[in-house]
């Protein structure tokens, strides 16, 4: 054989050689951007999730206690509603984290609400100044209720951005 048959020999296979490097190279890193990106979007999946469900929760919370303030209202016009606003006291602190600093103080809030609707439960037929002080009581546990849940509200949104 002559050395020209011979170096296209050699030249046809070392092309032969690249080629097959090259497409198992590409092959590889094609998985790998793949994967990547795969990898990205579930995440990006994972972190949409979480946000809509910190929305919902914020929007649940933030509706259970706009009831629970008009339920437990003593000045309102159709008076204290005691059966739903004990279920909305149990229904917000079963949505509540209390290993979380704001969220425990939102919990005790509304403990004292809720003791305070005790108290002022059993005298709201009374005229007005013989319940003065389980209605302002009752007033003050609701505005506790209202500065406690503007902090857990406030962080709510904030880790769901």
């Known amino acids: 054989m002559s050395e020209t048959i011979i ?12 080629v ?11 998985k790998a ?4 990106e795969r ?12 946000s809509r469900f910190k929305e919902k929760r914020h929007d649940r919370i933030l509706d259970a206690i706009s009831e629970l303030l008009i339920v437990s ?20 602190q079963l949505m509540l984290d209390t290993t979380n600093a704001e969220e425990s103080t939102l919990n005790i809030a509304l403990n004292d609400l809720a003791s305070s609707l005790q108290e002022y439960f059993p005298v ?4 007005i100044d013989q319940k003065v002080i389980e209605t ?11 500065r406690s849940s503007k902090f ?3 962080n709510i949104q904030l880790i769901a951005t």
């Not at 000045?75 to 006291?89: A, E, K």
């Not at 302002?136 to 209202?146: F, M, N, P, R, S």
């Open 39 to 50: 990898q990205k979007i579930k995440e990006q999946i994972r972190r949409e999730e979480v």
């Open 124 to 127: 709201r037929t009374f005229p």
């Open 152 to 154: 857990v509200l406030k």
């Open 73 to 92: 209202d003593p000045q309102s016009t159709s008076g204290v509603d005691y059966g739903r606003t004990v279920n909305l006291v149990l229904r917000i």
């Open 136 to 146: 302002k009581g009752l007033l003050q546990a609701q505005d506790l209720v209202i």
């Open 33 to 36: 951007l793949i994967k990547a």
């Open 7 to 18: 170096a296209a020999i050699i030249g046809v296979l070392g092309t032969i050689f690249v």
């Open 20 to 30: 097959i490097v090259t497409v198992i190279t590409q092959f590889l890193t094609t």
